[in-house]
């Protein structure tokens, strides 16, 4: 019988699997991709996907991607093959995620009925989507967060972790993606439990995560799906010797007066974070595992310094610090809020889209109401949120491009 600490440590070790850095050949999301994220009101939250569609875009800023989700309230792996001809095809998708299985298993425990025709249906999607010329990846559903010190002895997270196998097994036999959120979100949550027991590491409510919560999420599946973690690297040393350099160009290095300056145009921007999901990098390495924006000085001698990015101050790190390498990609003044616009403006697309999938599109008015011209005039409604759509695309592929930043440190008294 496993005891308490035993479980917590098999949860801790799959969680340092998960943090080894990704050994996949290729990410799966490819240039030209139309990507659909599919799933339940989890996935309507438009968090977990957003830090997936964020990511994407910063770290490969030349491709051509497309991302819509599809998510639907109260949603199960039987509605959404039901809904598959409507909401699903007609994008035309290339590469889609699944999330399925908070509704499908009724919050009880194991049921084996429900759970064969949860692994039905999610066959069948796969079956239908590989006729339809896209790929896959199976995603777990995460765990839900009861307030009680052990949530892995939750009769409804043994049911979830049950279709959570049931996944993996179809994804090995259908040679489709597949990304497990759960283990490595119940390893955080066990760990912040062991601290304290009242501990509710994801916001929202059980079910539904808040922003911190769905970055967990997303981290997950990122590194299931062997995301990589560089961005961009600068090593240098306070005589102004460019020791080492990757995914950027470092040009006009300059040493004088105890300070450091040179110009660094890099080739991708940091992974982009919004305010309220940053407190998750307090609980999981996704800086390390997901963003590494890296900036080492070794040979300094005054105590501390400041960073400046284009003549304003950016962060202060210690000389010690700054000899073992630092990761800016929260510190880095300009380059870190040219990635939070990315983040809005994302947002302000999915929420464009949703208000003309849901609201317009879908949009069916009672007999009593139908009057001449009615599909004009939604005909036109469309074509506007359209244009939104498209305009703020247009503007994401702008702020996903790169532009060279003067980088200045000099010794602080901070």
Known sequence: MKTQSTTLALFAMALAALTRPATAAEFPIHDGDRVVLLGDSITEQRLYTTVIEAYTLSRFPQWKLSFRNIGWGGDTARGGLGRAARDMLPLKPTFVTIDFGMNDHGYRAHDEGIYKGYIDKQTQLVALLKANHARVALLTPQPIEEKRPDPDKDAKNGSLRKMSDGLREIAAKENVLFADQFDPYMA???????????????????????????????????????????????????????????????????????SLSFIRKDETLPMPFSPQNEAATKLIPVLADLSRYELKITGLTAAKYQLLIDDKPAAVFSAQELAAGCNLTLTAGPITEQARQLWVTVVAKNNAFYKRWRDVQLYVPADWSKWPGFEDARNKELAKLDGQVAELEAKIDTLRQTTAHKFVLKPSHQ
């Open 188 to 258: 955080v949550m066990l760990s912040a439990r062991q601290a304290n027991p009242t501990a509710f590491i994801g916001g929202g409510d059980a079910v539904h995560p808040g922003p911190v919560g769905h970055t967990v999420m997303g981290w997950a599946i990122l590194k299931a799906l062997g995301a990589p973690a560089a961005v961009s690297g600068v090593e240098l040393t306070a005589a102004g010797k460019l020791v080492a350099s990757s995914g950027c160009q470092v040009t006009e290095v300059k040493a004088e007066a105890g």
